[in-house]
């Protein structure tokens, strides 16, 4: 077995999902499902339970992908140990929202790249919501997230800061905010909805709290889309406070006077507890670690 194959296992061990595996690494379900099978007759046991709605890890599997993670990053550090030049170089991958890679990652960027200047930075932006899940898909080194209640084991995280969750109206559409007896009329007035996440989970225990069914407007992805469709009128929204106050449309929107208020996102840079021994991940963690010494 090689390292690449060892990646496609790790992938799938974290994505359960052929489908999404053979995307992500840029191969075709076939070829995934013959590297598996060829690993399974090479160990002699099954990694996975697969059927036609699910894929799970085996006991043999869960230890198998353990073995499978050390040999990708010895083989790292191997690498830049027998390398002549004693500079650090290599490759880390980063996935956050857009928010963040212009409001938290510029410092820690600029030190690192000063301090790394042989070191290639991938970037990758998206939803905030499903940052936790590219990290532990194995398909970045490191991500930006909001940290759930239970945080996952396999999962190291340096906090950087807290932000509100808000409740946010248009500006400039009114009729949009349904009113009764001063209060909102969430039967009467649209709310546009994450469509997955922590957000979403919040969002949810706040309405089911009042023992409210609210009118979904629509479901999306972003904060950013969120804001977008907030500020044309179409609903109201929930976003955390830091995306606002960098959006180019807070002037488009309004903050409302909601009780009781949403539990804010304590934010925080994440990585996989083992890609800390990675000597790319260790020396942007070491930046990172100022960073958030510096906040707090």
């Known amino acids: ?23 992500a690494c840029n191969i075709t379900p076939s070829t995934l499902t013959r590297t598996i099978q060829r690993l399974e007759e090479e160990i002699g046991e099954q990694l996975f339970i697969r059927d036609n709605r699910s894929v799970s890890l085996t006991t043999a599997g869960e230890l198998f992908r353990n ?36 409001s938290i990652l510029p410092d820690i960027f600029q030190q690192f790249r000063t301090a790394y200047p042989q070191v290639h930075i991938k970037l990758m932006t998206g939803d905030a919501a499903r940052a936790l899940t590219h990290l532990q898909n194995r398909e970045v080194d490191v991500t930006i997230a909001a940290l759930p209640k239970k945080v996952p084991q396999r999962v190291a995280f340096l906090k950087i800061m807290e932000t509100p969750l808000v409740f946010i109206g248009p500006t400039n559409y009114e009729d949009t905010v349904r009113y009764s007896n001063n209060e909102i009329d969430w039967q009467q007035t649209p709310i546009i909805m994450p469509d997955i996440g922590l957000s979403r989970q919040r969002i949810d225990r706040w309405f089911a709290g009042k023992k409210i069914t609210p009118d979904i ?11 977008a469709m907030v500020s044309l009128g179409c609903g109201v929204g929930v976003v955390p406070l830091l995306v606002l106050e960098k959006s180019p449309l807070k002037k488009q929107v309004t903050i409302l006077d909601i009780s009781p208020k949403l539990s804010p996102f304590s934010i925080a840079i994440c990585t996989m507890k083992r890609k800390t021994r990675s000597p790319q991940v260790q020396a942007f963690w070491e930046m990172a670690s100022r960073k958030s010494a510096e906040i707090h």
């Open 217 to 227: 407007y629509a479901k999306v992805a972003g904060n950013e889309a969120i804001i």
């Open 1 to 23: 077995m090689d390292t690449r194959e060892l990646r496609f296992f790790t992938h799938l061990a974290g994505s359960l999902h052929f489908g999404r595996t053979s995307r």
């Open 67 to 102: 073995y499978a993670e050390d040999v990708i990053l010895r083989r790292e550090q191997l690498r830049i140990q027998l390398a002549r030049e004693q500079k650090l170089g290599g490759t880390i991958s980063l996935y956050c929202s857009v928010t963040a890679a212009y």
